[in-house]
């Protein structure tokens, strides 16, 4: 890792406190994630409070005109897909792609 143009170690990284744990390399590091994302997932309660709590706590870090906003451009943006799907701009870049695919040779 590189911090302020120097590169760290990890061990270096983990004794300044930037991070919490070094995985091991090559064939034990997937498990090592796994065991790491299922004990996140146990500490995070029990599965029907979750999304509740998601949302709580987003809801928390945005007002209410944020999220008006964004529900605003996701339905701009919706009517933007709709608008080209009318006017058959999908249909015309399929037809495109396909001319520039290689022929099959029978």
Same mark, same amino acid.
């Given at each position: *890792?590189? =911090? ?5 170690? $990890?061990?270096? *990284? ?8 070094? =995985? $091991? ?12 994302? #299922?004990?996140? =997932?146990?500490?995070?309660?029990? $599965?029907?409070? #979750? ?8 809801? *928390? =870090?945005?007002? +209410? ?12 943006? +919706? ?10 701009? *999908? ?11 290689? +022929? #099959?040779? #029978?």
């Amino acid at each position: *890792m590189l =911090l302020f143009s120097k590169k760290k170690s $990890p061990d270096e *990284m983990l004794r300044a406190g930037l991070i919490n744990e070094v =995985l $091991p390399a090559g064939e034990g590091f997937l498990d090592a994630v796994l065991d790491r994302v #299922k004990a996140g =997932l146990d500490l995070a309660g029990d $599965p029907s409070v #979750k999304l509740k709590a998601l949302r709580m706590f987003k809801g *928390m =870090l945005k007002d +209410q005109a944020w999220r008006d906003a964004m529900v605003a451009q996701n339905r701009s943006e +919706q009517e933007m897909g709709r608008k080209r799907a009318r006017d058959g701009d *999908m249909v015309k870049n399929l037809n495109h792609y396909r001319a520039q695919m290689p +022929q #099959k040779k #029978k």
